[in-house]
């Protein structure tokens, strides 16, 4: 693929651009009126060292502790558990520069990613550029590009293998960070052949390196200091590896898929001159969804991803607020006529998603109209 192409979103009906225009403002008077700021407050705070106490001290007792097998496989789990909560809370809002109105603090909390044995180049590509310009927009928004066996477009080819993906996707969620961590490379280099790093004036073979060394860095720290340090064996420490990032991809992968792979959550694609004739802020609103208002630990856990529709509107938002931002987009978008995608619960999105990937599995291809 060569550069990459632009999609132009451009809406035939004025009543789209009212409601871009209205929500945006009650959403700014909410915050001028309540004299908050956009970005994180002290609750993120504290949560930003939940996360990393989770993620940091399970490690640091395995490398200065003697014990059980089955103990280390525990504290291994809750590494991941910790893993998951830094991606979604901590970086996410980071490299969404909705952390801190200070640059730096956003690209220090981004950084976190690093714990996951990636750099945020990459991520800022794929998901702030390509996933929330082109949302669900088949060959634009790589989280609904096919991830090897599972079809998550209604725009790929369909194999008959794709008939069980309900059953055998789930598993394959937990590949994500693995995938991810040994597959970047690979990445990077196809984001420089599209030209979106010169376009970007990121200089190539710099980035590469500094790519390179961050995994370097990454494995010799997370695998390296376990065999200086414990009497596990070199399989012992690999397979917790596998398990750490197993929890980890398994929590992230799943949560994401919930907001756009799920039923209600259009896929249009392009039409002439490659446009989509809808108002950005309505085609967020056509292929986003929300799910549960009352989900507590689990929405506090996993960054407010449950407020998918909020994040997709106001990116540079920090998801301590979307509670009270999604009344507002919820009431404007009703009163204005537009659905507003909201699954009751968790539950509930994850029986759309597996419902959803049914359909995919079965469904062929779809051309635009």
Do not use: C
């Not at 280390?72 to 520069?97: C, K, N, P, T």
């Not at 010169?198 to 190539?204: P, W």
């Not at 995608?341 to 968790?346: E, F, G, Q, R, V």
């Amino acid at each position: 693929m060569g550069k990459m192409e632009r999609i132009k979103f451009r809406s035939d009906n004025s009543k789209e651009e009212v409601f871009a225009r209205e929500v945006r403002r009650r959403v700014r008077e909410y915050f001028t009126e309540n004299s908050l700021s956009i970005n994180g407050n002290y609750k993120l705070y504290f949560k930003t060292f939940i996360m990393l106490s989770a993620y940091l001290v399970p490690f640091i007792l395995i490398l200065v502790l003697p014990m059980h097998t089955l103990i280390a496989l525990g504290l291994v789990v809750l590494m991941g558990i910790g893993e998951a909560g830094i991606g979604m809370s901590i970086m996410h809002d980071g490299a969404h520069g909705a952390y801190s109105p200070k640059k730096w603090v956003n690209d220090l909390a981004a950084s976190s990613m690093f714990l996951l044995g990636s750099n945020t180049l990459n991520w800022k590509i794929q998901h702030n550029l390509k996933h929330h310009t082109y949302t669900n927009i088949y060959e634009h928004d790589n989280d609904i590009s096919t991830k090897a066996v599972v079809r998550l477009s209604e725009h790929a080819p369909l194999k008959k293998y794709h008939r069980f993906q309900q059953i055998y996707a789930f598993p394959l969620y937990g590949l994500m960070t693995l995938i991810r961590l040994f597959g970047e490379i690979g990445v990077l280099i196809q984001y420089n052949k599209e030209g979106i790093l010169r376009e970007r004036k990121f200089n190539h073979n710099l980035e590469l390196i500094r790519l390179i060394i961050t995994k370097i860095i990454y494995l010799g720290v997370v695998i390296g200091l376990p065999l200086l340090f414990t009497d596990f064996s070199i399989w012992q420490i690999l397979v917790g590896f596998a398990v750490l990032h197993f929890i980890a991809g398994m929590i992230m992968s799943t949560v994401f898929q919930l907001a756009h792979v799920v039923e209600g959550a259009d896929q249009p694609l392009p039409h002439d001159h490659h446009t989509i004739h809808a108002d950005w802020f309505v085609h967020q609103l056509n292929t986003t969804s929300d799910f549960g208002r009352n989900n507590g630990f689990l929405s506090w856990y996993i960054g407010g991803l449950d407020y998918q529709i909020e994040h997709h509107l106001f990116q540079n938002i920090s998801h301590v607020h979307y509670p009270e931002v999604a009344k507002i987009v919820e009431a404007t978008a009703k009163e204005y006529g537009y659905t507003y995608n909201l699954k009751p619960s968790i539950y509930h999105a994850l029986a759309s998603h597996y419902q959803r990937l049914k359909e995919l599995g079965r469904k062929p291809i779809k051309q635009a109209v």
